[in-house]
């Protein structure tokens, strides 16, 4: 096979494998969407998947790599309104939800800000140098999605349970590092290879900690979210009812007694 064609072989490898990788959610959301709550999913992953797509078909443009980038990625985005959209509805913490994606989309607004004004050369810098810092840009949103899988990598060690890994999000981000990975150094770009090496490490060391942390075998603990300590006092409440009402009839029937006209003394007419 020769380079050209293994090239080319790769970038639909590549792409697949991402349209696969922004569908993974699919299976949590589907699940939040016959439970109607969101129970221990973050919303991270989905914030996570929405701005790195975006900052990756922005990148794809200006090195006009439409396929994979632009057209997977832009599907990504897609994907992710959708699941965003659902998650937000039967989040119980609508706020919290709301706060990341407002941060979210405003990081998302400066640097396509700063692709539009650094193309149009307001910025004083070369296309060259606006792509460079564009894969930059590309790679630390690259590094939010691969990495959002391992944001609660605390808890699973803290709880000795994996159910708080999104295992599908995690298989499918490790077959994609590693498709984009070889893509990457088949068509020598540092940016490609740099994200995808550091994320192929990462996600293997996070399926190693799902298999030891298996959900089937070590189930999340009921109780694990109770707070102890002044907190809970605080939220104690005693509530004390005195009932009055039955002694109050109890007097009452009892003087309505003692005035019954006795049957003995009872006066009679006169003949």
Known sequence: MSKESAILAFRIFA???????????????????????????????????????????????LTDNYFPLISCFL??????????AIYCYYSTDKCHAFRVLAAALSVVAIVTSYAIVGTLGYTGQSTSSVNTIMGLLA?????????????????VLKHKSAVFINVHMVIAGLTS???????????????IIALNALFVMANVVTMVL??????SKHPLQDGWNTHTGADNDDELEVSVRIEMAPRREAKTAKTASTRLPSPVYVSLPSP
């Open 139 to 155: 790679d630390c949103g690259g590094i939010c999605l691969y990495g959002a899988p391992m944001e609660k990598l605390f808890q």
């Open 210 to 215: 799902y298999r030891i942390y298996d959900p």
């Open 15 to 61: 792409g697949l494998a991402t349209v696969v990788l922004a569908s993974s959610p699919s299976v949590l959301v589907y699940r939040i969407y016959k439970q109607k709550h969101v129970g221990v999913a973050s919303v991270f992953p989905l914030v996570a998947l929405l701005g790195s797509s975006h900052v990756w078909v922005v990148y794809g443009y």
């Open 75 to 84: 599907y990504g985005e897609c994907c992710a309104i959708v699941f965003l």
């Open 177 to 191: 590092n590693i498709l984009w990975l070889t893509y990457g150094i088949l068509i020598t770009n540092p940016f």
